[in-house]
């Protein structure tokens, strides 16, 4: 499983010093952070045949089972779909894990992320087998939003948080990481990540400084009435909404932040500070508080896994923004 990053070692040694563990263990923190690796980890350590106080050997059946992803006794479950939710059926099928015997004769492995993904119901048939565990059976479950859960799932595990790494621990990872990119890009993609590293490696994967240069740009035309509301969300309609949405609601907390203290220091990337300073100038305190409640908003929705329609739900957004200059 390799080695445990550098800002966890910490929360490595509390997990695994435990003289008795816990049927279920709640980690929780930033996306992008590193808690999936960690659940990983500490899910290798628990199912390996010799483990030490580093982790899993990695030599015992039971470590080269899991490498092989055919583990009888580990579970994963998760969306089947990015930005779907994880629905009862899937925690039904996981209970009938739970109550069977383990095949290896030692402990059973579960490992939920993000519990966040799970619907109502879901949430609800996972409470069972958090009350009543069967056998030596061990819930890890990972949460990156971990106040949008039933309290009642919260009070029945061991609750971890996971440490956010510093500015240069990030740096230094994503420069293991990513040796072939120029150290001021590893920077930007940090920023854009909010300071997590695994999130600023996958949204680099995902092409995000490209997707972001496209985002800015057609802001800037929609100012300059070079492109429709419509036009716009119809361009943007294969983006990452989430993303969109995380930027928008920072554009709007940084124009509000700019208002109040006329920090032009303050007004965020590069890309987007001079825009934002316009806005920041032309609007009005109230549209902005207005379309940043609005945004927050759509964004719980979308991270609630509610069924939207893309194109409309941008075309709102735009029509909005695109209003925000006027009369003060």
């Not at 990030?170 to 695994?198: F, K, V, Y």
């Not at 600023?200 to 995902?206: D, S, V, W, Y």
């Not at 032309?282 to 069924?307: C, I, P, Y």
């Amino acid at each position: 499983m390799g080695e445990v990053l550098a800002w966890q070692r910490g929360t490595w040694q509390q997990l695994v010093a435990r003289a008795q563990h816990a049927h279920a263990y709640l980690l929780h923190g930033p996306r992008g952070i590193g808690k999936r690796l960690l659940a990983e980890q500490f899910a290798a350590s628990l199912l390996c045949q010799n483990p030490s106080a580093a982790g899993a050997c990695g030599r015992c059946k039971a470590c080269q089972l899991l490498a092989a992803h055919t583990h009888p006794d580990y579970y994963v479950l998760e969306p089947e779909d990015v930005d779907k939710a994880i629905r009862v059926d899937q925690v039904r099928d996981l209970v009938g894990f739970v109550t069977q015997t383990a095949q290896l004769g030692g402990r059973k492995m579960v490992l939920l992320e993000p519990v966040e993904a799970m619907n109502l119901n879901a949430a609800n048939a996972l409470l069972k087998s958090l009350e009543e565990p069967s056998g030596e059976t061990i819930l890890l479950l990972v949460s990156h939003q971990p106040s949008r859960l039933l309290p009642t799932i919260k009070s029945r595990c061991v609750q971890q948080a996971c440490p956010l790494p510093s500015r240069q621990q990030s740096l230094e990872w994503l420069a293991s990481q990513l040796p072939d990119l120029a150290a001021e890009l590893h920077e930007e993609l940090l920023a854009l990540a909010g300071g997590s590293p695994l999130l600023a490696a996958k949204l680099h994967g995902q092409s995000v400084l490209e997707l972001r240069a496209q985002v800015v740009e057609g802001v800037k035309k929609l100012h300059k009435a070079q492109q429709s509301p419509s036009q716009l969300a119809e361009s943007w309609n294969a983006l990452p909404v989430g993303l969109l949405f995380d930027w928008f609601c920072e554009w709007a907390h940084l124009i509000l932040r700019y208002q109040m203290t006329g920090d032009e220091a303050a007004l965020g990337a590069a890309d987007m500070n001079k825009v934002l300073q316009y806005l920041g100038q032309k609007a009005s305190r109230e549209n902005v508080m207005a379309l940043q409640d609005w945004l927050l908003a759509q964004r719980h929705k979308v991270l609630g896994k509610a069924n939207l329609n893309r194109v409309l739900l941008l075309e709102a957004l735009l029509v909005q923004w695109a209003s925000l200059p006027g009369a003060r």
